[in-house]
């Protein structure tokens, strides 16, 4: 079963607009990682953030994350038609536990 | 560095026909994932080496579904006989072993199978 949830699903915006997407997950995580796929092909690796910090930047690409209400959310600045992809939040578990994908955010960046 | 191979991309079969997935890792990467992905949904784990040992399996139908990791490099996963609802896109995935990774996985393009 998937423990990441996003939010929205669906999300149509205007190239240059900033996309946010949100994701809530159910139990304690070692971390929190958000990956992008484009139509038919694999995942990417976008960020990771760890259960002790509360925000991160990379590039254009700015994560955070509250723990105590077991969330995240991944904001897209100036966003580009190349971002029109799925966009998924992934938690790692304490333990040997695998990565737990949630169902994903489908964006559309509109030129 | 090469990335994570996967073939065949795409696989069309009828139903009870048998189909196999091959997916060679990133070299050194000890720890190998085999995920599904429905239509529209995230990618669910079907099984997890650790080198040769499948550590984490529960997901995996075992009625229809095998997976194997001879020599602890390339994976093998074969479904038998095939059905309707297997139609997905199975990814292969790989890293480096959990002791001290952050847990971010490298996917393959994926093999997407159609069965009618």
């Known amino acids: 079963s998937q423990q990441g949830e996003e939010d929205p699903q669906a999300l149509s915006i205007q190239e240059g607009e900033n996309a946010t997407m949100n994701c809530s997950y159910k139990t304690s995580i070692n971390n929190l990682q958000w990956y992008r796929q484009n139509s038919g092909r694999g995942l990417v690796h976008l960020i990771l953030i760890r259960s002790n910090e509360r925000e991160k930047h990379s590039g254009r690409l700015r994560v955070t994350l509250d723990t105590s209400k077991k969330s995240s959310s991944l904001l897209i600045t100036a966003s580009r038609a190349a971002d029109t992809a799925s966009y998924f939040c992934?938690?790692?578990?304490?333990?040997?536990?695998?990565?737990?994908f949630g169902k994903g955010t489908r964006l559309s960046v509109i030129a | 560095e090469a990335g994570v191979v996967q073939s065949p991309r795409y696989k069309i079969i009828e139903k009870k026909q048998p189909v196999a997935f091959w997916c060679n890792p990133i070299s050194g990467h000890n720890t190998l994932y085999w995920y599904r992905q429905n239509l529209g949904q995230g990618p669910e784990l079907l099984i997890r080496y650790e080198n040769e040992e499948a550590v984490d399996d529960s997901q995996l139908p075992k009625d229809r579904f095998s997976a194997e990791r001879l020599k602890g490099v390339d994976s093998t996963l074969k479904i038998q006989p095939a059905e309707l609802g297997d139609s997905a896109v199975y990814l292969c995935?790989?890293?480096?072993?959990?002791?001290?990774?952050?847990?971010?996985?490298?996917f393959g393009e994926g093999s997407r199978l159609t069965v009618l």
């Open positions: 995935a790989s890293s480096l072993g959990w002791w001290g990774n952050t847990g971010e996985l490298f």
């Open positions: 992934a938690t790692l578990s304490r333990g040997n536990t695998p990565l737990v």
